[in-house]
């Protein structure tokens, strides 16, 4: 459907200024223009899509049901817009020699460094900027092009968000080195339901703790916590002091502690994934190298 709008980014900005002012005369300040001329782009906007879009008094100006609606898809739009520029000004700049990676904890401490270290054995000129973001996080990131690539915890199903999964890996319990079950060769969920468990922040581990949680309901208890940490060293020197215990991924054996034993769950179903993923709106051309790298060495 044809749509002959007769107005144009001015008069958005006009709106958007008395929208978040709520005052014509402040709104008109922002924009640097006299308030008879922003009254005049507002009154043309109204025109155009034929709808009021703010109550106005001598005293006080509101949006209308109306305004409010059209607001929030303004917003949206203009984030659109931004994100359009900045898309557009990486591909005439070309963007080679630069990635901006974001990481977990998994990811940092399991696969990823071997995938950087071959890449940049391939690729020395090309610069990776490092950037730690829990896994919730990075899906807005990703959304945003924020960052070039993720590698969180999976899966993930997001309208124009590719994934390839690169790494999968058993559930452990962390035990202090004297727990009684320290010396087993596996632990099963439900001898955990009376222990006190160390877990990571809710900001920082959101994904995580809600496995877990998921992971001790199907045991038939909800878990004790006892003290939260905000990094994995955290997390294992409470359990090395004997707080609690807590479970990680198996990746947790590189970091070889004495302080702390790792059991293996009995419930070998129980499993984590790590997944890249990245937004295919646009893929520099430094990234699309990283990517064939991704995808050629990490076949799981």
């Known amino acids: 459907m044809s749509m002959n709008f007769r107005f144009d980014l001015r008069h958005l900005r006009a709106f958007l200024a008395v ?12 924009l640097c223009i006299t308030q008879p001329a922003l009254s005049r782009l507002i009154k043309g906007l109204e025109e155009s899509i034929e709808a009021k879009l703010f109550s106005r008094t001598t005293r006080q100006v509101e949006l209308t049901e109306a305004g409010r609606l059209f607001l929030a898809e303004c917003q949206q739009a203009f984030t659109h817009f931004e994100r359009g520029i900045h898309l557009a000004q990486r591909a005439t700049e070309g963007d080679i020699g630069h990635i ?16 950087l270290d071959l890449f940049k054995e391939k690729h020395p000129d090309i610069s990776i900027e490092l950037v730690y973001m829990p896994s919730h996080e990075q ?9 070039d690539v993720g590698f969180l915890i999976g899966p993930l199903a997001l309208e124009g968000i590719e994934t390839h999964r690169s790494a999968r890996e058993r559930i452990v319990v962390i035990l202090p080195k004297r727990h009684p079950l320290a010396e087993r060769g596996s632990v099963r969920m439900e001898e955990l339901a009376d222990e006190k468990f160390i877990l990571g922040t809710e900001s920082g581990w959101r994904e995580f703790r809600d496995y877990v949680f998921r992971m001790c309901m199907q045991a038939g208890f909800t878990p004790k916590i006892l ?3 905000s990094t994995s060293s955290g997390i294992f020197g409470l359990v ?3 707080m609690g215990v807590s479970l990680y991924s198996e990746c947790v054996e590189k970091f070889k502690r004495e302080d702390i034993a790792i059991v293996p769950l009995a419930e070998r ?7 890249a993923a990245w937004n295919t709106a646009y ?6 190298l990283l990517r064939d790298l991704l995808q050629s060495e990490l076949k799981i």
């Open 19 to 30: 929208a978040e002012a709520l005052h014509f005369k402040r709104a008109a300040e922002t």
């Open 100 to 115: 901006a990676v974001a990481y977990n904890d998994f990811s940092i401490n399991g696969v990823l460094p071997r995938i």
């Open 139 to 147: 899906h807005n990131a990703i959304q945003n092009h924020d960052i």
């Open 227 to 229: 003290q939260e940490a």
């Open 240 to 242: 090395a002091a004997n």
């Open 269 to 275: 179903e129980h499993t984590i994934e790590t997944i």
């Open 283 to 288: 893929i520099s051309p430094s990234f699309s």
